[in-house]
């Protein structure tokens, strides 16, 4: 069971390895806010939906967030490529910034973000 400061997001077995990534509301932050939720080397990772260049959203096709190789979360719009497990931007308008975290926790077979982690997000 999550506890009041966590959300789910998604059950595990619907995060597959360098796959899809998981789109989810982020209300807290606004209307139009979204978050992702990605699985890279075993490990969950999940981040503001945001280029760290312009405010936009990375995924071009809902979930698409990973380039073809499978080895950087890439913005469709201007082509950032982002290490997926840390966010940091290594090719692209956004050079050597990063994207927003979410703490994301896998327990139970499920995906959890963890609410508090939004507190310190930017605003854009």
Same mark, same amino acid.
């Given at each position: 069971?999550? +506890? $009041?400061?966590?959300?789910? /997001?998604?059950?595990?077995?619907?995060?597959?390895?360098?796959?899809?990534? $998981?789109? %989810? #509301?982020?209300?807290?932050?606004?209307?139009? /806010?979204?978050? %992702?939720?990605?699985?890279?080397?075993?490990?969950?990772? #999940?981040? $503001?939906?945001?280029? @760290?260049?312009? @405010?936009?959203?990375? &995924?071009?096709? +809902?979930? &698409? %967030? %990973?380039?073809?190789?499978?080895?950087?979360?890439?913005? #469709?719009?201007?082509? @950032?490529?982002?290490?997926? &497990?840390?966010?940091?931007?290594?090719?692209?308008?956004?050079?050597?910034?990063?994207?927003?975290? /979410?703490? @994301?926790?896998?327990? &139970?077979?499920? $995906?959890?973000?963890?609410?508090?982690?939004?507190?310190?997000?930017?605003?854009?």
């Amino acid at each position: 069971m999550p +506890e $009041i400061n966590e959300r789910m /997001v998604c059950e595990s077995s619907e995060l597959v390895e360098r796959e899809h990534g $998981i789109r %989810f #509301a982020l209300p807290e932050l606004g209307e139009h /806010v979204t978050g %992702f939720v990605i699985r890279y080397k075993g490990s969950v990772h #999940a981040y $503001i939906n945001r280029c @760290a260049h312009l @405010a936009v959203e990375l &995924d071009w096709n +809902e979930g &698409d %967030f %990973f380039n073809m190789d499978k080895n950087y979360l890439i913005c #469709a719009t201007h082509g @950032a490529h982002y290490q997926p &497990d840390t966010g940091y931007c290594v090719m692209g308008p956004c050079k050597g910034r990063s994207l927003q975290p /979410v703490q @994301a926790i896998e327990r &139970d077979n499920k $995906i959890l973000i963890n609410l508090e982690s939004l507190k310190n997000v930017r605003n854009q």
